[in-house]
């Protein structure tokens, strides 16, 4: 039983190999990606967004999440990596990749579960947090855990996290996904 819960979905693969041949290391890991899918699978009908779509794999561990009704959209701004990404999710039409800014996300907010991996996270995280739909679950992940408040990071005060942490319209708490990473996970208040 706990294999079968660990299993990769099967497009990982592919977007791990999109990964390999492209030289990229800044994919998703495993253990964002559950959360991702937990995420996804929440919002049976969601839409769901992603800045920074990568090679695609925590597209796909999203994707493994999605429900019948929902939408997943994600923007990378790489051209050779959002056209070999969307290559992997060519053949599901609720999948949208598309290549430019993080912005170009707005046009299909609210979002019901929004995976800001890439642009807008640290650039313009309010505007960020405008995206989500009320209930919407933001992610962002690449945080070094702290045991401080406020949270630290190389010794000083880690703003960015703070943000989101303390942020008036989020409900937020950090999560160790290893022992040396954690995400931010927050809901929009109505």
Known sequence: MIMAERAVPPRVVPAERVASEAGFKKSCIPEVGRLLKLAAAAKPDGVIAESGTGSGVGTAW??????????????????????????VFADDPRVSVLMGDWRLLEQHAPFDVFFCDGGGKRDDPQRVVEQLAPGGLLILDDFTPSSHWP?????????????????????????????????VIGTRRA
């Not at 703003?159 to 996904?177: G, W």
């Open 62 to 87: 999203l994707h493994s999440g999605l429900g019948a009704g929902a939408r997943l959209v994600t923007v990378e701004r790489d051209e050779d990596l959002a056209r070999r990404a969307a290559a």
């Open 151 to 183: 949270p630290r990071f190389e010794g000083e005060v880690d703003e960015l996290r703070l943000f989101y942490l303390t942020h008036p319209d989020l409900e937020a708490t950090e999560v160790l996904t290893t022992p040396g990473s954690s995400v």
